[in-house]
């Protein structure tokens, strides 16, 4: 029988409860949103006592469906102000599948200032007080730390310094099927409300579970659906199982879209030295793995394990977003660099996204030169270090900004852009000035071919970036990764493997309606915490300067941007 | 004419005469359609994402030039 675990903070107090019948169609993000928009107040303080860091595997989640594996994490969001959902992949959400466990809340916050580690295992839940010498470590340390203490099959959630401090760029690091922390809820700083509730790190042990949260049916008939839909998966993203995301590297230059030197242009003279093939290179001539799956299961595997110069491991799951953010946004030819800043971020347990914008921000207020290689690993010191610069640059692109009098900061809602420019991807423009999550491009991505539009042009994509932020929605209640796709054949197969797990016809309509309820309820969520239409809207600069070598600048109509959500 | 063609890494398997950005220049005949060149050179249509004529998207039946460079992608997925 699926339950709900609630961790008050406050009392440290812990409770079971069975799952209300209106949750049973969600998982993941529907399911995060869903409570959040239920239980917490929209004008509370993002880390005050009264929001509730929600955290939910997905509605597939423990099933044999490809890449089902994926955690989600639900609060108001301390970086935007509204509503936030992060997923991630690893496999946290396989275990608290494995237990029965549909969703975690943790609710209030400590009165001392003592840390805590929730301990999940079979029949045993349980708040322990954290170790002095735990507290102060990064992800890294801190996995090893209690794989050695709860033992080596563990999945671990955790926050490193920057949560521990609540900054606004903190993530949640989870960790991957190798049990290095390399995979994080990184956007909109729910690390920081982990921090704010003095939580260190959630374990969960699957050990000796059997539970189930979705009852499949008819099962045959859902497996072999999946089998059929896996087999198409293995061939259709071959491309990102050779060369993972940075493949992107090449066609995002080529349209005039890749983010350089903050923003300011759109295409990079070296990209070359930073793209899919000088980075799978590299990983294969020093024994690295170029691909990777970083949740059982996954027959994408678009990961990867990078190693440095030596042939030792530096860090995984390098992607396009901080290959390019560490990269081409600051000037940075250098994947060891690069590499350097990842293992950083994941460790410090820093939003690459959020980070890699913060740093250009900096450069381009004169903290430090654009292209010096050793100014982002200072820069990420000093945020690990809590030192006063440290503090403003974690609390991300936005207030590293204001701090340094910058108006050129890629942001919307307050939350930074990921590697598309929207000047030249005017449809991924759409989706992060109108996603109620701010800009973030998972949120519904409109890569160059999508629905058949040129990305550079206005025509017809606010309609696309509405059928992609439906599609993304189901995607990530589903608790599956994007890379599935985010199309209608996807969702043609969710049709079929749900009507097949429920008993009783699922269609594509309903699929779809679904994503559409979530998307109203984080919508309605933001407005009652202050945010409208009017915020939904691109910083100034993308309307006013012509990105070269193309010269284009934002020209989709607010008034298109005022109907995306109109569904 | 001759034109100058770049492919994607992931479509390279396709054509081992062509490499990853690497310019290789091609006879076509004149007026040959973007589709016509595809054809050429062995890739599947349907493995085609986006084709760039001297940096500017185009769709399958734009007619080429001598001297122009084409850029040709994959369906773009990830990010």
């Known amino acids: 029988m699926a339950k709900i675990i609630r961790v008050n903070m406050t009392d440290k107090t812990l409770s079971e409860h069975e799952v209300p019948s209106k949750y049973n169609m969600l998982g993941g993000r529907g399911l995060t949103s869903q409570i959040i928009l239920d239980e917490v107040d929209p004008t509370c303080h993002p880390l005050g006592e009264k929001n509730k860091l929600v955290i939910a595997p997905g509605l597939l989640a423990g099933t044999r469906v490809s890449t089902s594996g994926r955690i989600s994490i639900g609060a108001k969001s301390p970086l935007t102000g509204g509503i936030k959902e992060s997923n991630a992949g690893g496999t946290a959400a396989i275990k608290l599948a494995k237990l029965g466990i549909k969703s975690v809340i943790l609710e209030g916050k400590p009165k001392n200032d003592e840390w805590y580690i929730l301990k999940i295992a079979k029949d045993e839940i349980e708040l322990i007080n954290a170790e002095d010498d735990l507290v102060g470590l990064g992800n890294y340390d801190t996995a090893s730390r209690l794989k050695e203490k709860y033992g080596k099959k563990i999945a671990v959630m955790s926050i490193g310094q920057a949560g521990e401090f609540q900054m606004s760029a903190a993530s949640v690091a989870v960790l991957d099927q190798d049990g290095i922390p390399c995979r994080h809820c990184g956007r909109g700083g729910l690390g920081a409300v982990m921090g704010s509730k003095k939580l260190k790190a959630i374990v969960i042990d699957d050990n000796e579970a059997n539970e189930k949260l979705i009852d499949i049916q008819n099962e045959d008939a859902f497996n072999a659906i999946n089998r059929e839909w896996a087999k198409v998966l293995i061939v259709a993203k071959k491309g990102l199982t050779e060369f993972g995301t940075t493949a992107l590297v090449d066609p995002i230059n080529a349209i005039g879209g890749l983010p350089t030197k903050n923003f300011s242009k759109g295409s990079y003279e070296s990209a070359e030295k930073i793209n899919g093939r000088t980075l799978a290179e590299t990983i294969k001539s020093r024994g690295g793995k170029p691909s990777h799956a970083c949740q059982p299961g996954c027959v994408i595997r678009c990961s990867n394990v990078y190693h440095d110069k030596d042939g030792n491991y530096l860090t995984s799951s390098l992607e396009f977003e901080t290959v390019t953010l560490f990269g081409s946004n600051i000037e940075n030819d250098s994947l060891d660099v690069i590499a350097e800043c990842d293992r950083k971020c994941d460790d410090y347990g820093l939003d690459t996204i959020e980070m890699g914008n913060t740093i250009a921000v900096a450069m381009e207020g004169g903290l430090e030169q654009f292209g010096d290689k050793e100014a982002p690993l200072k820069l990420l010191d000093e945020v690990a270090k809590g030192s006063v610069i440290g503090r403003v640059l974690g609390q991300g692109a936005s207030v590293t900004g204001k701090v340094l009098g910058v108006e050129r900061v890629p942001a919307v809602k307050g939350q930074a852009m990921a590697a598309y420019d929207p000047r030249s991807l005017k449809g991924t423009g759409v989706t992060y000035a109108t996603s109620p999550m701010g800009a973030d491009h998972t949120a519904g991505n409109m890569l160059p071919g999508a629905f058949g539009l040129n990305p550079n042009l206005s025509d017809g994509q606010s309609e696309g970036s509405r059928k992609r932020q439906i599609m993304a929605t189901v995607i990530d209640t589903m608790g599956l990764c994007i890379f599935v796709g985010v199309d209608m054949p996807q969702m043609e197969y969710l049709s079929k493997l749900l009507t097949n797990a429920v008993g009783k016809e699922v269609s594509v309509d309903d699929i779809l309606d679904i994503g559409k309820e979530v998307l109203r309820n984080e919508i309605k969520f933001n407005k009652l915490a202050g945010l409208n239409e009017l915020h939904n809207r691109l910083p100034e600069f993308f309307k006013r300067e012509k990105l070269a070598p193309k010269e284009l600048v934002f020209d989709v109509k607010d008034i298109e941007l005022d109907m995306v959500h109109n569904f | ?79």
């Open chain 2, 1 to 79: 004419m001759k034109v100058t063609v770049k492919v994607h890494l992931i479509l390279t398997k396709y054509q081992i005469n062509l490499t990853n950005n690497q310019n290789t220049n091609i006879e076509l005949s004149e007026k040959s359609l973007v589709k016509d060149l595809i054809k050429s050179i062995n890739i599947p249509i349907e493995e085609i994402g986006m084709v760039l004529v001297n940096g500017t998207i185009v769709k399958n039946d734009h007619i080429l030039k001598e001297n122009d460079i084409i850029q040709i992608y994959p369906p773009i997925i990830g990010g």
